[in-house]
């Protein structure tokens, strides 16, 4: 009876030894290096006179206009760099992509500094952790106003100067979530919440889609001003693709 | 060729008007399923179905009859009706960007929305109201997928003394409160003017001076659950993760000496010559902690 015992028990332990064995073995498989990921690189340009940016009267809230003093700002609904190179424009795959939601890992932040949103625009992806900070010496209500209604809900938090920064994710796709602030009625940001990898352009209007499998897709690009425009892809194993986007100025 | 290209035509009617009549059949099916909602509360139990007639007589008139705040009132109405289809709520007990629970709701109905035209309904029964809170709650489909977030917790209130009240006022100044609401409560900050909704639509703070009654209550308690949940909807927004509870009891004794109405606060403050803040001073690094209750201020 006791031996009984003992051997099933015996069988049990090798059993779990082999289970936890096949289990880290597979978890390795998972980690292991995905089959030739490429990416997908280009610019995005605007095609005649950008639309004039008004100046910011930031007289109300003198710290931040006291940071802004040599460079005065203006909005950024439109902001051209050099040749004509289309700033804050988010380029993503809007459809193809079949990995997971949340291909970028680490959590990007958006700080509130001199009374602006740093980045203007940040792209996210779905259920992606981001941090908001805020680096004035005021206070800050942070509004994300996301579409009524919709899988996203507006929210609507005040960060006073030196408070924790606030962790969050979205919970759903949504090209884009508009975020304000009640106090500085200036200040006007964007949150692209996508599936998938995805890009946003420099002050030369470059971007870059990293860890893009081979395939077919099509390749969106989002301005808050001009909306949106795609083009159809196609990715080759380790051979980077090229795709160029033109805004033209209304 | 003719009757051909009738037969045809008649074909397509019948095919389009199937379609139309099964698609009104699913919709009929959702309403039906959606009117199964429930609400609790008070150890009532509300039922969508019972309250449809009721919130046609009552409440369509401004909500409207699809819930989205589209009634033939509307127009003349501002603040305009909450659009129940988009489940966003001022009064809550939970978190910013959460459902409110069915009690918050309950509530909201029965104590009606001051300066505004909601007026309180508890000369309905409590049973038709908390009825028609299920009804409220049929018309998103949130309420199916989502749970209400966890409600604040409001520790019991402390007594007030001089010097929470002044403690308040350094809240008042670090959170910035005055930017809308102006240095001394009167709805006159440097972002007053610019405030809208979340519909985009002009919205003003709130006047202590004006008013004896909050948006959301009128007791300490709801003072202090307002500005910690926020209004969510408007500008006004959550200070739950930066004000400590004994700091915003502080807040709360601090802006009870701002109404209209004979207060205790308002008492303590004109004994201290209390003035108001002064925006233009650096900001205080942090309130001063709480000090013990002293009794020798407190009027008599």
């Known amino acids: 009876m006791k031996k009984q015992l003992l051997f099933k028990a015996i069988l049990a332990l090798s059993a779990a030894l082999i289970?936890?064995?096949?289990?880290?073995?597979?978890?390795?498989?998972?980690?292991?290096?995905?089959?030739?990921?490429?990416?997908?690189?280009?610019?995005?340009?605007?095609?005649?006179?950008?639309?004039?940016?008004?100046?910011?009267?930031m007289s109300k809230e003198p710290s931040c206009a006291a940071v802004h003093k040599a460079n005065p700002v203006t909005t950024e609904n439109v902001v051209v760099g050099t040749d004509g190179g289309l700033k804050n424009v988010v380029v993503y795959l809007s459809e193809g992509w079949s990995g997971p939601e949340t291909a970028v890992s680490s959590g990007p932040n958006w700080d509130q500094h001199g009374c602006q949103y740093i980045p203007h625009v940040m792209g996210l992806d779905v259920n992606q952790h981001f941090k908001v900070t805020n680096s004035d010496p005021t206070s800050h209500n942070i509004h994300p106003m996301p579409k009524p209604g919709g899988p996203n809900h507006e929210w609507n938090k005040s960060q006073p100067s030196g408070a924790p920064p606030i962790d969050t994710s979205w919970p759903a796709e949504e090209v884009a979530i508009h975020v304000k602030c009640n106090i500085h009625p200036w200040m006007s940001g964007y949150m692209v919440v996508v599936k998938g990898p995805y890009g946003v352009s420099d002050d030369s209007g470059s971007f870059k889609v990293e860890g893009v499998p081979p395939g077919n897709y099509t390749l969106t690009a989002w301005q808050e001003t001009y909306g949106a425009q795609t083009q159809k892809v196609t990715v080759a194993a380790g051979k980077p693709a090229t795709a160029n986007f033109t805004f033209k100025a209304k | 060729m003719r009757t051909q290209m009738l037969k045809f035509a008649?074909?397509?009617?019948?095919?389009?008007?199937?379609?139309?009549?099964?698609?009104?059949?699913?919709?009929?099916?959702?309403?039906?399923?959606?009117?199964?909602?429930?609400?609790?509360?008070?150890?009532?139990?509300?039922?969508?179905?019972?309250?449809?007639?009721?919130?046609?007589?009552?409440?369509?008139?401004?909500?409207?009859?699809l819930g989205d705040g589209e009634g033939e009132n509307a127009?003349?109405?501002?603040?305009?009706?909450?659009?129940?289809?988009?489940?966003?709520?001022?009064?809550?007990?939970?978190?910013?960007?959460?459902?409110?629970?069915?009690?918050?709701?309950?509530?909201?109905?029965?104590?009606?929305?001051?300066?505004?035209?909601?007026?309180?309904?508890?000369?309905?029964?409590?049973?038709?109201?908390?009825?028609?809170?299920?009804?409220?709650?049929?018309?998103?489909?949130?309420?199916?997928?989502?749970?209400?977030?966890?409600?604040?917790?409001?520790?019991?209130?402390?007594?007030?003394?001089?010097?929470?009240?002044?403690?308040?006022?350094?809240?008042?100044?670090?959170?910035?409160?005055?930017?809308?609401?102006?240095?001394?409560?009167?709805?006159?900050?440097p972002s007053a003017d610019t405030l809208t909704d979340d519909q985009n639509r002009p919205?003003?703070?709130?006047?202590?001076?004006?008013q004896t009654r909050f948006k959301c209550g009128s007791t300490?308690?709801?003072?202090?659950?307002?500005?910690?949940?926020?209004?969510?909807?408007?500008?006004?927004?959550?200070?739950?993760?930066?004000?400590?509870?004994?700091?915003?009891?502080?807040?709360?004794?601090?802006?009870?000496?701002l109404q209209p109405m004979h207060t205790k606060e308002k008492e303590i403050a004109k004994q201290l010559g209390l003035k108001p803040i002064n925006p233009n001073a650096p900001a205080p690094a942090s309130a001063p902690a709480p000090q013990p209750q002293t009794n020798d201020t407190k009027p008599q």
Request: aromatic content about 10%; some cysteine.
């Open chain 2, 220 to 257: 300490d308690r709801d003072l202090y659950r307002i500005f910690m949940t926020g209004l969510d909807g408007t500008p006004m927004p959550s200070f739950a993760d930066n004000v400590k509870p004994e700091e915003a009891w502080d807040l709360v004794f601090y802006l009870r000496t």
């Open chain 2, 75 to 189: 127009v003349w109405i501002d603040p305009k009706p909450r659009n129940f289809t988009l489940a966003t709520f001022k009064c809550r007990s939970t978190p910013s960007g959460t459902l409110p629970t069915d009690e918050d709701l309950f509530n909201t109905i029965g104590r009606g929305l001051e300066a505004s035209n909601m007026p309180s309904w508890n000369p309905l029964s409590s049973q038709q109201r908390i009825d028609l809170i299920a009804y409220v709650k049929h018309f998103s489909d949130r309420w199916k997928t989502e749970k209400p977030g966890p409600p604040i917790e409001i520790p019991t209130e402390p007594e007030v003394t001089a010097d929470r009240i002044k403690a308040g006022q350094v809240v008042f100044q670090k959170l910035e409160c005055w930017k809308c609401h102006g240095v001394e409560g009167r709805a006159n900050g």
């Open chain 1, 19 to 57: 289970l936890s064995a096949a289990w880290m073995v597979s978890q390795r498989s998972v980690k292991a290096a995905p089959p030739s990921e490429s990416s997908i690189t280009g610019t995005v340009k605007l095609e005649g006179t950008p639309p004039h940016q008004r100046p910011i009267d």
């Open chain 2, 203 to 210: 919205i003003k703070p709130f006047n202590f001076h004006d």
């Open chain 2, 10 to 65: 008649a074909c397509a009617l019948a095919v389009l008007a199937f379609a139309g009549i099964s698609f009104a059949q699913v919709t009929e099916y959702q309403e039906e399923q959606n009117l199964g909602m429930e609400a609790h509360a008070d150890h009532l139990t509300g039922h969508a179905k019972s309250a449809a007639m009721n919130y046609r007589r009552y409440c369509a008139g401004c909500h409207g009859v």
